[in-house]
T-cell receptor, first 113, second 112 residues
Framework: GAGVSQSPSNKVTEKGKDVELRCDPI?????LYWYRQSLGQGLEFLIY????????KSGLPSDRFSAERTGGSVSTLTIQRTQQEDSAVYLC???????????FGSGTRLTVV | RKEVEQDPGPFNVPEGATVAFNCTYS??????FFWYRQDCRKEPKLLMS???SGNEDGRFTAQLNRASQYISLLIRDSKLSDSATYLC?????????????FGKGTKLSVKP
């Protein structure tokens, strides 16, 4: 596609439920990143995929968070047993390679009630 | 020292003014740097890349000072449409790979 596509754009979930957030990167981009941004805060790095290499998971805040990237394209971020502090905008970005600037998707606004 | 520090602002300037933002970073091994702009409730958009001493694109100039570990963004002839938050993002690690570390941003408001 023309840009990075994320779905859903908004998600309200009850505390304790699991959620899946989807990212469809720009075609041909080998690098894919997940960040989150809480209200009034900076972007917090979560995870980075580069081609077929093992992902860099160093930013995942707890073992409730996981992500996968199938076929080197679409990625899914899963949050298990959601907590209220997980409420944030989750942003996905892709790049032509690990050394390039990113293009961000419009994000998924997650609200845990 | 925080990994990336920016003056949060806000910088309130009149149209036509020249304004500059600084950003300091802690990882001396960072090799590439980026400036993004973020409008309210929108995703960040890439503004400029800085790989060597600096880069210029129209009204925007970015400069890198490796010795002092800071990068700057200069905006000349400010427009109302320049109002946004400007995020500084050095690469987290040395070399050309890996994720970016974002500052919390500097808010710019350009007034008529």
């Amino acid at each position: 596609g023309a840009g990075v596509s994320q779905s859903p754009s908004n998600k309200v979930t009850e505390k304790g439920k699991d959620v899946e957030l989807r990212c469809d990167p720009i075609s041909g981009h080998t690098a894919l990143y997940w960040y989150r941004q809480s209200l009034g805060q900076g972007l917090e790095f979560l995870i980075y995929f580069q081609g077929n290499s093992a992902p860099d998971k160093s930013g995942l805040p707890s073992d409730r968070f996981s992500a996968e990237r199938t076929g080197g394209s679409v990625s899914t971020l899963t949050i298990q047993r959601t907590q209220q502090e997980d409420s944030a905008v989750y942003l996905c970005a892709s790049a032509e390679g690990g050394g390039y600037g990113y293009t961000f998707g419009s994000g998924t606004r997650l609200t845990v009630v | 020292r925080k990994e990336v520090e920016q003056d949060p602002g806000p910088f309130n300037v009149p149209e036509g003014a020249t304004v500059a933002f600084n950003c300091t970073y802690s990882n001396s091994a960072s090799q590439s740097f980026f400036w993004y702009r973020q409008d309210c409730r929108k995703e960040p958009k890439l503004l400029m890349s800085v790989y060597s001493s600096g880069n210029e694109d129209g009204r925007f100039t970015a400069q890198l000072n490796r010795a002092s570990q800071y990068i700057s963004l200069l905006i000349r002839d400010s427009k109302l449409s320049d109002s946004a938050t400007y995020l500084c993002a050095p690469r987290a690690y040395g070399g050309s790979q890996g994720n970016l570390i974002f500052g919390k941003g500097t808010k710019l408001s350009v007034k008529p």
